[in-house]
């Protein structure tokens, strides 16, 4: 019962809420209009500001990834603290726009083998309770690397440094 009063547990699935803003995003992709001949004259904002608002929630659920460091085994925590070290920066620079497909990129492997070694349910007995938490923060970064892989997809959007340095 502790762990669904704790403010982690609602960052982290409000963040979930990135993942699907980036796939709504992607579903306004064109404005239809009546003839199809016609040009599409302007940009779809909207589209672009929900494809920041879906990058600043991945984001915030890379945030809730980190974690608190406890110091019970040594390796493990040298592994959070590289994971912090490598992992953040690169994360702003998805949150912001900047070199966004190659961040991204460099995030989705570098979380996949984060994750591989930090949660290794499969390890606990299905009867014990650290079983269900490892298995939640497992499938929880795995939920990041899906968001990163759509923003590898969909690209970071009109509200973003790449695409300014476009106009430049």
Same mark, same amino acid.
């Given at each position: 019962? +502790?762990?669904?009063?704790?403010?982690? *547990?609602?960052?982290?699935?409000? %963040?979930?809420?990135?993942?699907?803003? #980036?796939? /709504?995003?992607?579903?306004?992709?064109?404005?239809?209009?009546?003839?199809?001949?016609?040009?599409?004259?302007?940009?779809?904002?909207?589209?672009?500001?929900?494809?920041l608002a879906g990058r600043v929630l991945i984001?915030?659920?890379?945030?809730?990834?980190?974690? +608190?460091?406890?110091?019970?085994?040594? *390796?493990?925590?040298?592994?959070? %603290?590289?994971?912090?070290?490598?992992? #953040?920066? /690169?994360?702003?620079?998805?949150?912001?726009?900047?070199?966004?497909?190659?961040?991204?990129?460099?995030?989705?492997?570098?979380?996949?083998?984060?994750?591989?070694?930090?949660?290794?349910?499969?390890?606990?007995?299905?009867?014990?309770?650290?079983?269900?938490?490892?298995?939640?923060?497992?499938?929880?970064?795995?939920?990041?690397?899906?968001?990163l892989l759509y923003v590898i997809t969909l690209?970071?959007?009109?509200?973003?440094?790449?695409?300014?340095?476009?106009?430049?």
């Amino acid at each position: 019962m +502790e762990f669904f009063l704790t403010s982690d *547990f609602y960052l982290r699935n409000i %963040a979930l809420l990135g993942g699907l803003v #980036l796939l /709504l995003a992607e579903d306004m992709g064109e404005v239809k209009t009546m003839f199809c001949w016609s040009p599409n004259l302007g940009e779809n904002k909207p589209q672009n500001y929900m494809q920041l608002a879906g990058r600043v929630l991945i984001c915030l659920m890379f945030l809730t990834l980190l974690g +608190e460091m406890s110091f019970d085994n040594f *390796f493990t925590e040298v592994v959070r %603290a590289v994971e912090l070290i490598v992992g #953040l920066p /690169l994360m702003i620079c998805v949150c912001i726009g900047y070199r966004t497909k190659l961040a991204s990129c460099i995030l989705v492997v570098w979380l996949f083998l984060i994750n591989i070694y930090l949660n290794p349910f499969w390890m606990y007995s299905t009867s014990r309770a650290m079983h269900d938490f490892v298995k939640y923060d497992f499938f929880q970064t795995l939920s990041v690397i899906g968001g990163l892989l759509y923003v590898i997809t969909l690209g970071p959007g009109g509200v973003s440094f790449d695409e300014h340095k476009k106009n430049w």
